[in-house]
DNA sequence: CGTAGTCAAGTCAGA
DNA sequence: TCTGACTTGACTACG
């Protein structure tokens, strides 16, 4: 079992997802922000290593605009270098890494350009982890998208689409629960159609459940991860007290932690810590999970 | 220098 | 009809 924080580390005073206005867009900027981003990713990687923190999201931000039209710049060729030095940092230390498409990455969409689109987007994830030269446990995890009034016609729409992706995306790619649209019920039904991993996320289950208990939530999910997709991902979040259902908290609740860890203790997987103060978070969960022997060696 | 307004992209609930 | 939320605020024009 490995833990983890998503994209920002708030300790280390650099951000690897540094970015600019598409208006000031030129092959120096981007190159010069991609730089600076590669840099930063570098030393979270070391700071997350120390801390035992082997698991981590690498923000969608890191090459700015790389999916849009006007990102003509070889960025793979010209940063190939420097993204293998990383990917084999990672691998020498067999750290787990994620990415996490942002919204706009709509599978089931109706429109055929927002399909290009996020056929586009899907296709610079996977090259930043080719880049990395990671194996298919490097996942890409995006939700079922929408559900433009009638359900199981757009679940349909999803494994349809699923079935004409490249194969460079296929062996990363899995789904997630969401909030407030596809529940986990929704999301092994399309992994019986397309084998696609799903991944449970905690806190959504929480809000927009399908009514199983958190042991059945992972043992469902677990199963549908294959040997080459490695162990299974968890989101793992609890819902800020008094705010809008679906926030996520501020920081660790660690009696929550603690009894998450023991209901799914017969489940091997890696966890995602969505949680605002990040690696803060990451750093307790790693010292409860090791003060329970049947998680972290010390 | 500080800060308010704005930023590539989609969906959908709620005001 | 518009705004906010979503994995995450941060860039930058303007005073």
Known sequence: MKIGYPCINRSIGCSSGRTFRLASYSRERLEETLSKNLRCLDAILRFNLASDILFFRITSDLVPFASHPVCTAPWRETFSETFSEIGRFIREHDMRISMHPDQFVII????????????????????????????????????????????????????????????????????????????????????????????????????????????????????????????????????????????????????????????TAPTDMDIMLEIKDKEKSALAAVEIARSDRRFLPR
């Open 108 to 263: 089931n969409a109706k429109d055929p350009e927002i399909i290009d689109r996020s056929l586009a987007e899907l296709r610079y994830h996977a090259a930043v982890l080719d880049a990395l030269h990671l194996d298919a446990t490097a996942k890409i995890q995006i939700h079922v998208g929408g559900i433009y009034g009638d359900r199981k016609a757009s679940m349909e729409r999803f494994c349809r689409e699923y079935a004409r992706l490249d194969e460079s995306i296929l062996r990363r790619l899995v789904i997630e629960n969401d909030d407030p649209r596809y529940t986990l019920a929704d999301c092994l039904a399309i992994h019986k159609e397309t084998a696609i991993p799903v991944l449970f996320d905690s806190l959504h289950h929480q809000v927009n459940s399908s009514g199983e208990t958190v042991t059945e939530a992972v043992e469902l999910c677990s199963a549908t991860w294959g040997p080459e997709d490695g162990i299974p991902m968890v989101d793992y979040s609890t819902q800020m007290p008094k705010a809008r259902k679906g926030r996520h908290t501020e920081s660790l609740d660690g009696a929550a932690f603690a009894q998450f860890l023991g209901e």
